[in-house]
C-alpha cells in the first residue's frame, strides 16, 4: 500500500508572504474604473455605453422585411412585393442617414428574397391563367 507522507517543509527565505486581504491597495494595485479602457484593461467598457461599444445602429424594419422574404420563398410569395418595397425603402432610408446602418447585408438579402418571391408569384399567376386557357379550351 501507499504511505500518506506530509509535504515538505519550506526551506528557509523560499517563501512568499501572503499579503493581507484587508490592507489598504497601494496605488499601483487600485482596481480601475469600469469603462476605461487602459493597456492591462484593454477590453473595457467605451464610457457611455454599458451594454457594449457606441455605433450599433440597426434599421428597425430589416428583420421584418427579411421575414417577408422569406416567408415568401416558401411558398406565401404574395408577400414577395411587400418584403421588396420594405427592404427598398430602408436600403434608401439608410443611404440617405449620415448613420451608417449595421444590418445591410440583411436588408440586401431581404431585397433579394423579395424580388425572388416577386418573380414566384408572377410565374404562379402565369401558370394559373395558361392552365385555365387549356381548360376553357377542352371543355
Do not use: K
Not at 77 to 95: C, D
Request: hydrophobic content about 40%; glycine content about 12%.
Amino acid at each position: 500500500m501507499f504511505r500518506f507522507e506530509p509535504p515538505p517543509t519550506p526551506r528557509a527565505g523560499g517563501g512568499v508572504e501572503p499579503q493581507d486581504p484587508y490592507a489598504e491597495p497601494t496605488p499601483t494595485e487600485r482596481p480601475i474604473p469600469p469603462g476605461r479602457p487602459t493597456a492591462s484593461h484593454p477590453y473595457a467598457v467605451a464610457p457611455g455605453a454599458p451594454w457594449g461599444p457606441v455605433g450599433q445602429n440597426n434599421h428597425p424594419s430589416g428583420t421584418a422585411a427579411l421575414v417577408l422574404g422569406i416567408l415568401s420563398c416558401c411558398g406565401l410569395a404574395i408577400l414577395g412585393p411587400i418584403a421588396w418595397v420594405m427592404a427598398r425603402s430602408a436600403i434608401r432610408e439608410s443611404q440617405a442617414s449620415p448613420y451608417a446602418v449595421t444590418n445591410y447585408g440583411q436588408l440586401t438579402a431581404a431585397r433579394i428574397l423579395g424580388i425572388v418571391g416577386t418573380g414566384m408569384l408572377v410565374l404562379g399567376f402565369l401558370w394559373t391563367v395558361i392552365l385555365i386557357i387549356i381548360a376553357s379550351g377542352l371543355a
